[in-house]
């Protein structure tokens, strides 16, 4: 239950929530995190899988590794980073000879195109760095909505090209949600209390959780800006000009389907295929991650928000239409009949 005095609680249980109150706690200071789910991590959510496996339904890669702090984190609790170069490195199933080169050659003019606009003057959408009527356009737009969870033409050219990657992407065996959940053993914790406000017009905090009252010296705020966005008493008084910057801040969307193989043997681990080369609504799909049998899907944008939108079994169709189109027979025949399904 959510109560008590405390110099800091931290709102929200994600990986920056966590990230924060291991620091604090660690310091010797009192604080609480208060999460409205049952469970720390956000995002970042591994799940128990066949024959012992872990599956992160959220985000599994260490991106730029060569020096994302959560990978010291993940070895000092033990974990096994595997760093097999990502699918998206090698050579891709479905292109017939040449197309793969020039694709690559595509993306690369695409992303220099990017980072030219990026700083020459106004923003501007990534949208202006697709060549017009360029042959790879629909599947440099599906790649844009894996990596922001939207299209082109809604993502930021500024944003887009200061992300600054190293090319360098690990995976931890056991589970990404699985170290960003353990960085916060032993810091005190309220489950299912989902804030509902924090009065600041005192000379110190009340937040008021579905589980009770704390009071607190101070507030660290980790919710997502999309929540933020929807939260117009959240603070008493207001704070318009945060829930405004929070709206100019909106997150996209990525969704992920694991389907089991009963004859994995069929395919080569970590190879990964494109559902589709010149369509944006596409999804990724590796297959046999870590050497499992399993297929790993991903959709994202428009196209993730429209399958939620027709239901969990929608995953599921899109992807073996577009994998069977592309693998025919083979892949229906290595189906297991129970699949394992998850975003």
Known sequence: MAKGDHDVVVIGGGAAGIAAARRLHDAGIDCLIVEARNRLGGRAWTVPGPNGSALDLGCGWLHSADRNPWVAIARAQGLTIDETPPPWARSSLGFQRGEQDDYRAAMAAFYARVNEIA????????????????????????????????????????????????????????????????????????????????????????????????????????????????????????????????????????????????KPEEFEANSRLFGAKHNGKTAAYHIRPFGRAQIECFFGGDNARELEAAGEGAFFDFAVGELTGILGGVLRSCLKQKDIRGW
């Open 119 to 262: 700083h020459a003057g106004a923003d501007v959408s990534v949208a202006a760095a697709l060549e017009p009527g360029g042959r790879w356009n629909g599947l440099l737009t599906a790649v844009v909505t894996f990596i922001s969870g939207a299209e082109p033409e809604k993502v930021s050219a500024r944003d887009f090209a200061d992300y600054d990657n190293t090319d360098v992407n690990w995976r931890v065996v056991e589970g990404y949600g699985a170290t960003v959940a353990g960085h916060g053993a032993g810091v005190p914790a309220a489950f299912d209390s989902p804030v509902l406000r924090v009065d600041h017009g005192g000379k110190r905090l009340k937040i008021e959780t579905a589980n009770g009252a704390l009071i607190a010296d101070r507030a660290i705020v980790t919710l997502p800006t999309t929540v933020l966005a929807q939260s117009e008493t959240l603070f008493a008084p207001a704070l318009p000009e945060k829930l405004d910057a929070a709206r100019e801040l909106p997150l996209g969307l990525d969704d992920k389907l694991f389907l089991a193989l009963d």
